[in-house]
């Protein structure tokens, strides 16, 4: 079974930065895509960010410019740079990693909070 482990999640004023980490393992053969959504209270979960195994990007419209989503093949992990974070940006984060070369398959992190202070 494939684990998800996030961390660097926490509290922080308007205007700082967080880096969130998402390290997989497990029995991976190859990793499709890694991405980032979050849940903000009382809301559905909403894809973030996304990076490929070509390393494509995508955003979210609200968070282009300040977040960057970056990767480290070698070891099965997944970064969230988050800058000029903004009150609206609270939520609870999950990791999530689709892995699999013909039968495909998503996992999921435990979730990790992120709380900014106006």
């Known amino acids: 079974q494939v684990q998800l482990v996030e961390s660097g999640g926490g509290l922080v004023q308007a205007g700082g930065s967080l880096r969130l980490s998402c390290a997989a393992s497990g029995p991976i053969d190859k990793i499709n895509h890694m991405d980032w959504y979050r849940q903000a209270p009382g809301k559905q979960r909403e894809l973030v960010a996304k990076?490929?195994?070509?390393?494509?990007?995508n955003y979210e419209e609200v968070v282009k410019g300040r977040f960057t989503i970056s990767r480290d093949s070698a070891k099965n992990t997944v970064y969230l740079q988050m800058n000029s974070l903004k009150p609206e940006d609270t939520g609870v984060y999950y990791c999530?990693?689709?892995?699999?070369?013909?039968?495909?398959?998503?996992?999921w992190g435990q979730g990790i909070q992120v709380t900014v202070s106006s």
């Open positions: 990076i490929t195994m070509y390393s494509n990007r």
């Open positions: 999530s990693v689709n892995v699999g070369i013909f039968d495909s398959h998503d996992y």
